[in-house]
């Protein structure tokens, strides 16, 4: 079959989609937390907390810049 591998005769496209599931998960994960800060600073009219966006930011990045293998 074209979706085999010879070696031992398991599917390859199902490790592929829990390495792309995994990429999405996080990329889900950074926008809720980004959403949830972005509610909270709005609600309570709190001073954006500059260290942590920073870090989602930075995630950001170097998360678009993985490549799936």
């Not at 031992?8 to 996080?26: H, M």
């Not at 800060?37 to 709190?46: D, L, M, S, V």
Request: aromatic share 12%.
């Amino acid at each position: 079959m074209a979706y085999m591998d010879d070696k031992d005769e398991k599917p390859v496209v199902p490790g592929q989609l829990k390495t792309f599931y995994g990429y999405i998960g996080i990329i889900r994960n950074i926008q809720l937390q980004s959403t949830c800060c972005f509610k909270y600073i709005t609600k309570y009219n709190a001073d954006k907390p500059h260290e942590y966006t920073d870090i989602l930011d930075k995630e950001k990045t170097v998360g678009g810049s993985r490549q799936m293998h």
